[in-house]
């Protein structure tokens, strides 16, 4: 077992620790060792977590930080850690720092020299992804998208052409709208995946073409409940005109002797990659 992997403690160190986002079984015997045996718990909402440390019959100290106070708060935080306190973090829900507080003191944490040892455990992001059945080999984690309808768009339209598997938070009063949006911008036809309240009694996936998922949430008030990942397959056309790093070595090395056409002809037998892409790729590699 190397340093980083006991259940205890240990002095001055600050532990970043994933608590469950529906289902309390989730919680690692390591996180349940590690809340147990700190100083101090700096916690999002320490009523909410309080019904954490309550069920594991917990009594450690606890104390806010919170997207309010944490810039204040840190620099206190550290300065407990520098002399000798051990601190573990948690969030309402999942992994901290993802789409919830704590930048701000593991930043200053490490620039002060201070130990910060991950407990890793559920985060909603990538409970939805395992189970989604959308390609998982790269993707692209945009949190919540922007209040604002005209942002929201802003945002979205820049994401159009992204080949990546496309993962979003959503609130349940926006879904619709969101959803919306991305049927007039990406297309009806784009695949994606609603995953509502995972680990919970009513864990949904529901697995449509963004079209028939709009209609459905819609029809549905049941699927407008609770909490949500949206999931969205990458842009398929950008995926198909995308040069990997392979290909483009393949048609560097074939440029050296041929002209851009029949090197990109050839580049295209060899690795499989668009034909097209690989000539306009080549072109530029020309020009440059
Ligand atoms: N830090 C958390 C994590 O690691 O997943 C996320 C915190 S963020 C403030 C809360 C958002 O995460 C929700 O609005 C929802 O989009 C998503 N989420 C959290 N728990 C979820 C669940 N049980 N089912 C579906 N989505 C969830």
Redesign the pocket.
């Known amino acids: 077992m190397s340093a980083a992997s006991g259940t205890v403690a240990e002095s001055g160190v600050l532990y970043v620790v ?1 608590t469950p ?2 289902n309390l079984a989730d919680l690692s015997a390591r996180a349940a060792g590690i809340l147990g045996s700190v100083d101090l718990i700096a916690a999002e909402d320490t009523r909410r977590s309080g019904r954490l440390l309550q069920h594991l019959a917990l009594q450690t100290p606890m104390i806010a930080l919170h997207e309010h106070n944490e810039r204040e708060q840190a620099p206190r935080l550290v300065e407990q850690l520098r002399v000798g306190q051990s601190l573990a973090m948690i ?6 720092l ?3 507080p704590g930048f701000n003191l593991v930043r200053l944490a490490r620039q002060a020299g201070i130990r910060v040892v991950p407990v890793p455990g ?4 990538l409970c ?1 992804l395992s189970a989604a059945g959308l390609p998982t080999d790269r993707f692209v984690f945009e949190g919540f998208l922007p209040a604002r309808a005209s942002a929201r768009r802003a945002r979205l339209e820049q994401l159009a052409d992204e080949p990546r598997t496309l993962v979003f ?3 349940s009063h926006r879904i619709v709208d969101c959803l919306a949006d991305m049927v007039e911008l990406f297309g009806g036809e784009r695949p994606a995946v609603l ?6 009694q009513f864990e949904t996936f529901i697995d449509a073409p963004l079209e028939e998922l709009l209609q459905r949430v819609r029809s549905d008030a049941d699927q407008r409940k ?4 949206l999931l969205l397959h990458g842009c398929p056309a950008a995926a198909a005109h995308e040069v990997s790093a392979e290909a483009g070595r393949v048609l560097e090395t074939l440029l050296e002797e041929l002209p851009a056409g029949k090197a990109a002809r050839l580049a295209a037998r060899i690795t499989g990659v668009n034909k097209r892409a690989l000539y306009e790729r080549a072109l530029s590699l020309k020009g440059s």
């Open positions: 994933a986002i529906g969030s309402d829900a999942g992994t901290p993802i789409s919830d559920p985060s909603a992001l939805a938070y959503e609130s995953a509502r309240e995972l680990t919970k609770g909490e949500m990942v």
